[in-house]
């Protein structure tokens, strides 16, 4: 059974603090997962991960979610990609070390969008490296973008082009939120369970991010997995906090902490 994981940007980096990662956390976190992967032979993962404070801020600064055309934004483009590499550099390390096998699959280097949208990337290559009991490690990162010059292509971008192709039967977003609140800012009154019937209702209550984030906050994350599971009737996705340990380890071992994301016959 396949698995996506992604780990928030504000779950690994101190998001208001630039190139700041949160060494601790990334070392629980891997420990949940390796115990989970040991303690579950059938299970096989994909991990996705946000920039957070390293490549937010230049993306901002550039606006290279919107286009990239003068050499100033090409200039950007180069750096947000710098700047994800090397939050993901630290990933892989942390991770290894915790005896994980991961293997980094950049899109900047595999995948192409147009007008913002991922359009290509062949999962082959990933589906080879999980066939080998290997764990895929892909992050948001810069793309070529057939119309734009460039773009941005958030962990939820990819999940959402990899996941049919990859027949993923759960998505786990990993955030320092509880799930979807139903009075955010507040954050009194969680929701436990979002589907096509109940959206409309809860939509207006739905926040961005408290922090820079170029790629959507709240709203574009239950926005594509609510599009994505209506296309995949089996398909879920929870939204969680990874704050609290061990939650990440029971989502895995199929728990469901947050706010739920499926089609109304789950």
């Not at 698995?3 to 690994?12: A, D």
């Not at 799930?179 to 507040?186: L, S």
């Not at 589907?195 to 574009?220: E, F, H, P, R």
């Not at 994505?228 to 089996?234: A, N, Y």
């Amino acid at each position: 059974m396949l698995f996506f994981l992604k780990l928030g940007g504000s779950l690994i980096t101190e998001k208001s603090s630039p190139h700041t990662p949160r060494i601790e956390t990334l070392e629980r976190l891997a420990l949940e997962i390796s115990t989970a992967l040991k303690n579950q032979p059938e299970l096989a993962l994909v991990i996705g991960h946000g920039s957070g404070s390293f490549g937010h801020v230049a993306a901002y600064k550039y606006q290279t979610r919107m286009g990239v055309q003068t050499g100033e934004q090409w200039h950007g483009f180069a750096e947000v990609w710098q700047e994800a590499r090397a939050l993901n550099q630290i990933v892989v390390e942390i991770f290894s070390r915790a005896g994980l096998p991961v293997i980094a699959f950049p899109p900047s280097a595999c995948a192409s969008a147009d007008k913002g949208q991922l359009i290509d990337w062949n999962p082959r290559l990933i589906q080879f490296a999980l066939q080998a009991n290997l764990v895929p490690l892909i992050n948001g990162d810069v793309a070529f973008d057939q119309s734009w010059g460039g773009t941005i292509l958030s962990t939820e971008d990819l999940f959402f082009h990899l996941a049919p192709a990859l027949d993923a039967r759960c998505i786990l977003l990993a955030g320092i939120e509880a799930g979807v609140w139903e009075d955010f800012p507040v954050c009194s009154r969680l929701i436990p369970k979002i589907t096509l019937s109940n959206y409309k209702q809860i939509a207006n209550s739905l926040g961005g991010s408290t922090a820079v984030d170029v790629t959507g906050g709240m709203i574009q994350k239950v926005n594509n997995m609510l599009s994505l599971t209506s296309k995949l009737p089996d398909l879920k996705a929870l939204i969680f906090s990874g704050e609290e340990p061990g939650l990440v380890y029971q989502a895995l071992n199929g728990s469901q902490p947050g706010t739920l994301i499926c089609n109304e016959n789950i």
